[in-house]
C-alpha cells in the first residue's frame, strides 16, 4: 500500500509530506486548490513522463517520493529480474532538474522509465475521469480478465510458444517459397560450387605457396648465401672450424701448465660441436635448395588460379573463399533436400500449433468461468446505482487463429435499460454510466486482490443523492480489501471514508501554494458541512453532516 508521499518543487508545491492510510481515504478541497496536481506528481514519481514546466521554483530540481508497503513476495520475483532489491518497504523516487535531466530510483537504484513504470503499475491503479473509456478497448478488457481468472503462467507459456509458433511458421513459408522458385538460381549455384570444387581448396595452402614462391624466387641468393655461410664455417683455409682446432691444440699444451685452464678446452670442445651441427644444417639445405622451375611454374598457376577466384567472389583473404565454398554446398544442398526439409519443418508446426491449442483452451475454460462470476459481481454492484435494470456480460469467443494471447475474442456487453438486450458497451453507454461501470468493474476486481492500491479522480461525477450514498457505500467496502484513494466533491462519499484529507490553496506569501492535511474528527465535520451548503457552514449543514458520518 502507498504509505507516504513526499513531494519538493513539483507545480504549486513547494514542499509537501503527507502519509496515507489502509483502506478508504478520501480527498476533498475546493476546484483548482491542487488534487490533481497530487496525481501528477504521484504519476511523475510511479514513471509518467513531466517537462520542466512543472517545477515551481525553475532554478532547483524537483523529487518526489512515494513509500509503499510490500505486504507479501509477489512483487519479489519482478524485482529479482530487474536486479533491485526487495524489502518490505519500497521506495519510488524520481528527480527533474531545471536542465531537463530526469532520474529514476527504486530503493536507491537507477531504474529506466519503463521499469518504474512496469512495477508501479503493478503497485497503484490510478483511475482518472477519462479512463471510463477504457471499457471500450478490447486489450483493456482481456487484460483485466485474465487478472480475474490469474492467467499469468499459463499465458507466459503460451506466449513463449506462440513466438516458437511464429519463428517455425516463417521458416517452413520460407522453404515452400524456395521450393517454387525457378530452379535456375540453384542452377547458378551448382556452377559456382562446382568450380570451386575443382579448385580442390585446401586449408592454409595460399599461405604456404605464397611462402614456398617466396624461396624460389630467391633460390639462387639463398643458395649462394649458404655456400659463403658454409665456406666461413670449414670449406676455407680460414675456416672456423680449422681456427677452433688450433685453439683447442693451443689449451690442451695450456692446461698443462695451469691446471684451472681445464675447463677452457672443455667450453671450446662444447662449441666445436655446435658449430659442426650448424655446419651440417647448412650443408643440407645447401643441398635442398634447388632451382626447378616446371615446381615454381606449377606453384605459380595454382597461386595464380587461386587470386583469380578471389577477386571473381569478390572476398578479401582466402579463408573468405572456403566458407564461401561452404556456404554454396549447404545451400545446394538444402536446394537438393528442400521436400524433406519442408515434411519436417510442417512437422515441427504441426506438433507446435498442438500444444499452442492445449494452452488456448485452457485459457479459454479458465475466462469463461471467471467471465461467469465476474459478470455477476458487477451487475450486482451496478444494479445499486440507479441502474436497477442493468445487464452486464463478458462474452468469451473463441476463434479459429491463434493471437499473441490465445485464440479468444472478448467483448464487454451492457445494458442500463429494462427489456434492451446487452450489446458492446462503446454502443451503449453513456458517459454517466460508463463511470458507474467502471467503478462496479474495480470494486469487483478489488476482491481479487487486482492492485494493492487504487486511486479515483472523481469517478463519481455527475451523480449525486442516493446514488452518491451507494457510490460512497461500494467504495467504503473496497476499502476493506484494498486501501482506496478517492478525489471527490461529493459529502455522501467523503462521510464513509476512514480517512478524510483536506487539499487547500495558500495565497499568504509571495507565490500559491497547495497543502494537504488529515482532517480531525471536528474539522472533518465542517468540511462535510461545506460540501452540503455550497461552502457556508450552517447549522442544519453541520447537523446533516453529523448524520452522515455517523452512517
Known amino acids: 500500500m502507498l504509505k507516504q508521499l513526499q513531494i519538493s518543487n513539483y507545480a504549486l508545491i513547494e514542499q509537501l509530506e503527507i502519509g496515507f492510510n489502509r483502506g478508504f481515504n478520501v480527498i476533498t478541497g475546493e476546484t483548482g486548490a491542487g488534487k490533481s496536481i497530487l496525481l501528477g506528481a504521484l504519476g511523475f514519481a510511479l514513471g509518467d513522463r513531466a517537462d520542466t514546466g512543472v517545477l515551481y521554483d525553475k532554478d532547483k530540481k524537483c523529487v518526489v517520493e512515494a513509500h509503499f508497503e510490500l505486504n507479501d513476495n509477489t512483487l519479489q520475483p519482478l524485482f529479482e529480474e530487474n536486479d533491485l532489491d526487495f524489502e518490505s518497504e519500497c521506495i519510488f523516487r524520481r528527480e527533474l532538474s531545471p536542465q531537463k535531466k530526469s532520474r529514476a530510483f527504486i530503493n536507491d537504484t537507477p531504474v529506466s522509465l519503463q521499469t518504474m513504470k512496469e512495477i508501479g503499475s503493478q503497485l497503484v491503479d490510478i483511475h482518472s475521469q477519462h479512463d471510463s473509456l477504457l471499457l471500450t478497448d478490447a486489450d483493456f478488457q482481456l487484460r483485466l480478465l485474465d487478472d480475474i481468472a490469474q492467467n499469468g503462467m499459463v499465458l507466459s507459456d503460451y506466449q513463449a510458444e506462440y513466438g516458437n509458433y511464429n519463428v517455425i511458421k516463417r521458416r517452413l513459408s520460407e522453404l515452400r517459397e524456395m521450393a517454387t522458385k525457378n530452379t535456375a538460381e540453384n542452377d547458378y549455384l551448382k556452377f559456382q560450387l562446382d568450380e570451386l570444387d575443382k579448385a580442390d581448396l585446401k586449408e592454409s595452402e595460399y599461405a604456404d605457396i605464397e611462402q614456398t614462391l617466396r624461396v624460389m624466387e630467391n633460390s639462387e641468393e639463398i ?249 460512497g457505500g461500494i467504495m467504503s467496502l473496497m476499502g476493506e480489501a484494498v486501501q482506496l484513494v478517492a478525489i471527490t466533491h461529493l459529502p455522501q462519499v467523503a462521510s464513509q471514508a476512514k480517512h478524510h484529507y483536506f487539499i487547500y490553496k495558500d495565497n499568504n506569501g509571495a507565490r500559491t501554494q497547495s497543502h494537504i492535511r488529515l482532517l480531525n474528527e471536528e474539522e472533518r465535520i465542517g468540511e462535510i458541512a461545506k460540501m452540503l451548503s455550497n461552502d457556508k457552514i450552517t447549522p442544519e449543514a453541520l447537523k446533516a453532516a453529523e448524520v452522515l458520518l455517523k452512517g
Open 223 to 471: 643458395k649462394t648465401l649458404l655456400v659463403t655461410a658454409n665456406g666461413l664455417l670449414e670449406d676455407s683455409e680460414t675456416a672456423i672450424l680449422g681456427q677452433m682446432n688450433e685453439l683447442a691444440s693451443v689449451l690442451s699444451r695450456l692446461k698443462h701448465l695451469l691446471p684451472d685452464t681445464e675447463n677452457l678446452g672443455e667450453r671450446i670442445g662444447n662449441l666445436k660441436v655446435e658449430l659442426k651441427d650448424i655446419a651440417y644444417d647448412l650443408r643440407r639445405r645447401e643441398d635442398d635448395t634447388q632451382f626447378d622451375e616446371e615446381q615454381l611454374q606449377s606453384l605459380q598457376e595454382r597461386y595464380d588460379l587461386l587470386n583469380r577466384l578471389m577477386m571473381k567472389h569478390r572476398v578479401s583473404d582466402f579463408e573468405d573463399l572456403m566458407a564461401l565454398r561452404d556456404s554454396l554446398a549447404e545451400k545446394v544442398n538444402a536446394f537438393e533436400n528442400i521436400d524433406e526439409a519442408i515434411e519436417k519443418v510442417d512437422k515441427e508446426l504441426k506438433g507446435c500449433e498442438k500444444q499452442l491449442s492445449a494452452l488456448a483452451k485452457t485459457l479459454h475454460e479458465k475466462r469463461c468461468q471467471a467471465a461467469v462470476a465476474f459478470g455477476e459481481k458487477v451487475v450486482a454492484l451496478v444494479r445499486q446505482l440507479a441502474m436497477p435494470f442493468a445487464q452486464f456480460v463478458v462474452e468469451v469467443e473463441s476463434q479459429e487463429n491463434f493471437g499473441n494471447k490465445g485464440s479468444d475474442s472478448i467483448r464487454f456487453l451492457f445494458s442500463a435499460n429494462k427489456g434492451i438486450a446487452p450489446a458492446e458497451v462503446s454502443r451503449v453507454a453513456s458517459g454517466g454510466e460508463l463511470s458507474r461501470l467502471m467503478l462496479s468493474i474495480k470494486s469487483a476486481v478489488s476482491s481479487y486482490n487486482y492492485i494493492p492500491t487504487l486511486i479515483f479522480d472523481e469517478i463519481d461525477t455527475g451523480v449525486s443523492g442516493e446514488v452518491a450514498a451507494k457510490i
